[in-house]
């Protein structure tokens, strides 16, 4: 049974940092994508940032030169927030998926969300 397990939400001042993690498990995706996205309050699931085995990195614009995606060659993914800003706020999601991107639709396995909230 394939298993994705975020921790690392909370909440933060403006500026600030947090380190998501994922734990994976009952998945091996060599060739696949992993991706981190996020649900704000009354908008849609949006792509935050994603890579594949072979070093291919994408970031949304919103994420780019603030957040950082990585893993550790195991099953664990992370991504790091720096800069927080209250528009930030949502709940975050890692994801499996096989088509290189950010759309939601392109990706099958998730997990529950880590809440990131971001408020002075």
């Known amino acids: 049974q394939v298993r994705l397990l975020e921790s690392g939400g909370g909440s933060v001042q403006p500026g600030g940092s947090l380190r998501l993690s994922c734990a994976i498990s009952g998945f091996t995706y060599y060739d696949h994508y992993l991706g981190w996205f996020r649900r704000a309050p009354g908008k849609e699931r949006e792509g935050v940032a994603a890579l594949d085995r072979s070093g291919h990195i994408l970031y949304a614009g919103s994420a780019k030169g603030r957040f950082t995606i990585s893993d550790d060659g195991g099953n664990n993914l992370y991504l790091q927030m720096t800069s927080l800003k209250p528009e930030d706020t949502a709940e975050y999601y890692c994801?499996?998926?096989?088509?290189?991107?950010?759309?939601?639709?392109?990706?099958?396995?998730w997990g529950q969300g880590t809440q990131v909230t971001v408020s002075s």
């Open positions: 994801a499996i998926g096989k088509q290189a991107g950010l759309d939601p639709s392109t990706y099958y396995y």
